[in-house]
């Protein structure tokens, strides 16, 4: 019989789900708790602020002595929309990066909105937020991809939510899970570990990929004429091989406008 | 969960533009489909694909998928297309036997005819995934299939296949393991013959999503539910 402890000790504001894992083998039970712990540290305030933008992993499940799953927030509704599939059958969809960066023909051909610029920059600026945060606080998230970050930008207010939280790493620490690296998304400076500037690299992958519409584009000239030169500025720096000269994340927010979230004091 | 296990290929050739990967599901389509429910399983799987192109834009962009069916002979039963555009998907019709040539032949021209057109549009090719099942023996002259199969192997073929093979129902676990290149699984069960192709379903429908939004061809590394895998022969 599996039992579930609930390490932080707080009763849930909002529904949890619960993931098991395919092969408990493949989970560091330590570092899933300390992922837990990790956010248990936080301020009461600053850790409301994560659970609005992340499935952060909030208690492990054990059976008998080894960590087979994890406990998290269930995915906001408005990071999804219903759907009906060409089968006929009622879906609800999740928000994946990848409706906001598919080329409109794809987009209409879905029913789906397709957002100006402008709006798109706003929701990767509180993705830069969001990252920036969890740098600040020696994590790094490891698989930025079109499947892992949720986005809204209802009533124009754009926001985030993270998936598979359980995936990133804190700094020092090897991660909870295998981290996977998408292979579309490698930054070719990282072939194995996932870091701090890895993560840039991926960001801005997303962000190219945003401006351009094109899911596989890995040329930042590709967004030359398109946007302002902080943005063309940013993108040529984080995507290139010299490791050491690319940017933080809090500049990506910077520049996309957004409102920094607290750090670290 | 990403639980892909990728590989390079190395056909895709270095033209600018765009990229294709193109996805072949070759079908037992003999009169044994009949039973238990397996033709209404493939139908179904068919239509959860389609589902899975529409949900996943990353993967109309740039995964395209053929089917192809076998009995007496084989057919092209739907070209390859962006399965998110096919309003209407085949009707699927058993009869007749199993004869595996035809099968190996279409597919061999199939796949040479969609790279050529593909790489005329300007696209990059990745070299195909191709999944085939069968629930039944071969019922043609094996020297045929054999001859028909080297064709598909052949190393100096730019197009050459990967190819995941499925047996069901009664298929000769052995005959499905010297088709593969890649992975070969079998389900040992005849009377779960139907839900195995389910599974089938589900581990393309994986695979076609997880290679859309990687942008390479990516195969899920757990077998399909109900399956245990072969060692390639």
Not at chain 1, 162 to 169: G, K, M, N, P, T
Not at chain 1, 181 to 210: C, E, I, M
Not at chain 2, 71 to 96: H, K
Not at chain 2, 191 to 214: K, P
Request: a negative charge; proline letters at 7%; charged letters at 25%.
């Amino acid at each position: 019989m599996e039992r579930v402890a609930v390490i932080d000790g707080e009763s849930p504001r909002c529904p949890l789900v619960r993931k098991t894992y395919y092969d408990p083998g493949e989970v560091n039970g330590g570092s899933l708790t300390r992922l837990v712990s990790w956010r248990r540290s936080l301020d009461p305030a600053v850790r409301a602020d994560l659970d609005t933008w992340s499935a952060w992993p909030r208690s492990v499940v054990i059976d008998g002595d080894r960590a087979i799953g994890t406990l998290m927030s269930e995915v906001p509704t408005a990071y999804s929309e219903p759907v009906q599939l060409p089968s006929g059958t009622e879906a609800s969809v999740l928000n994946e990066l990848q409706f906001l960066m598919a080329p409109p023909e794809l987009l209409a051909k879905r029913r789906r909105r397709v957002l100006a610029l402008e709006q798109r920059l706003a929701v990767l600026g509180a993705l830069a937020s969001a990252m920036s945060f969890l740098h600040e606080h020696d994590i790094a998230v490891g698989d930025v991809s079109t499947k892992n970050c949720l986005w809204n930008d209802a009533d124009s207010v754009a926001s985030v939510f993270l998936v598979d939280c359980d995936a990133v790493r804190l700094l020092g620490t090897v991660p909870a899970v295998v981290q996977a690296n998408t292979p579309g998304w490698n930054d070719p400076a990282f072939p194995g570990g996932l870091n701090h500037q890895s993560d840039v690299y991926k960001f801005a992958l997303t962000v190219l990929r945003t401006i351009t519409q094109r899911f596989h584009e890995r040329d930042p000239a590709a967004a030359s004429g398109l946007v302002d030169r902080p943005i063309a500025t940013l993108l040529r720096a984080s995507l290139t091989a010299d490791v050491e000269a690319r940017p933080a994340l809090r500049s990506w927010a910077a520049v996309l406008g957004s409102e920094a979230l607290p750090s670290r004091s | 969960m990403p639980v892909g296990e990728a590989y390079q290929h190395s056909g895709a050739d270095e033209v600018e533009g765009g990229f294709v990967m193109p996805f072949y599901l070759v079908c037992d389509l003999s009169a044994s489909m009949r039973q238990g429910g397996r033709i209404r399983a493939l139908q179904d799987a068919l239509a959860s694909l389609r589902d899975a192109f529409f949900l996943n834009p990353v993967v109309s962009d740039c995964a395209r998928l053929c089917v192809i069916g076998f009995s007496n002979r084989a057919r092209v039963v739907l070209p390859l297309c962006d399965l998110a555009d096919a309003e209407d998907l085949p009707r699927l019709e058993p009869e007749g036997l199993t004869n595996f040539a035809p099968a190996f032949h279409v597919l061999r021209e199939t796949i040479q005819t969609d790279a050529e057109l593909l790489r005329a549009d300007g696209l990059r090719v990745w070299r195909p995934m191709v999944f085939v099942f069968s629930d039944g023996a071969p019922t043609d002259d094996p020297e045929h299939w054999r001859r028909a199969l080297e064709s598909l192997h052949d190393p100096m073929w730019p197009a050459r296949p990967d190819i995941v093979s499925f047996g069901v129902g009664e298929a000769v676990h052995e005959v499905l393991a010297e088709i593969a290149t890649l992975r070969c699984y079998v389900s040992p069960d005849p009377d779960f013959a139907a839900g195995a192709i389910a599974s089938v379903g589900d581990l393309v429908v994986r695979s076609v999503v997880a290679s859309g939004s990687s942008g390479e061809p990516v195969l899920p590394d757990r077998p399909p539910e109900g399956f245990d895998e072969l060692d390639i022969l």
